[in-house]
């Protein structure tokens, strides 16, 4: 009898993968063709950096709730054009490739994309959007999410650099070492 209760525990738990992996790869495929048929505003083709610092600094000046926790005032960050690089490489290969994640086409990771860049980090960030017109629908669409916010309001990073590239944006934070 033990047995068979553990080959029925055995079958249960199998049944149980393989619906939660179809139901994975069904969350999948719908969004990608919800992205696919979406029509996303687009990016500027050039970017205020001066607006992308002055945004991003006022949330960590003042101090910010992200999903009712409250994260207080941190430093704030100043513009670093390796990081800008790191985030327009990946817009770019977003495009190019047409999809919307943290890993590069190839599999790559924003480590991969820091050194790259030659971008000797102690700390790093990374926060992605699609479908914004302005810098202002960007920032405050991330100061909305809470795992974006956090990312924002994280007192160990000290640059930025911002990207967009048509309808994907990516911010990457870093402390150089």
């Not at 055995?10 to 919800?34: E, P, T």
């Not at 990374?126 to 302005?134: D, M, R, S, W």
Request: hydrophobic share 40%.
């Amino acid at each position: 009898m033990l047995t068979f209760n553990r080959l029925i525990f055995s079958m249960k738990r199998r049944k149980l993968l393989f619906v939660s992996c179809l139901a994975i790869c069904a969350f999948v495929l719908f969004s990608g063709l919800y992205y696919q048929n979406k029509n996303y505003a687009k990016a500027p083709v050039t970017l205020n950096k001066t607006e992308l610092l002055r945004l991003v600094n006022q949330a960590r000046k003042s101090g910010c709730h992200c999903d009712g926790v409250y994260y207080p005032p941190v430093k704030e960050v100043v513009w670093n054009n390796k990081l800008e690089t790191a985030a327009k490489n990946h817009c770019v290969d977003m495009q190019k490739h047409n999809f919307f994640s943290h890993k590069s086409s190839n599999g790559g990771t924003i480590v991969g994309r820091l050194n790259k860049v030659d971008y000797n980090w102690l700390a790093f960030g990374e926060n992605i959007a699609l479908g914004f017109k302005t810098e202002k629908e960007v920032v405050n669409s991330w100061l909305k999410s809470p795992t974006h916010c956090k990312t924002i309001m994280c007192g160990d990073f000290t640059e930025m650099g911002i990207a967009a590239s048509d309808i994907y944006w990516v911010q990457v934070f870093g402390k150089p070492k």
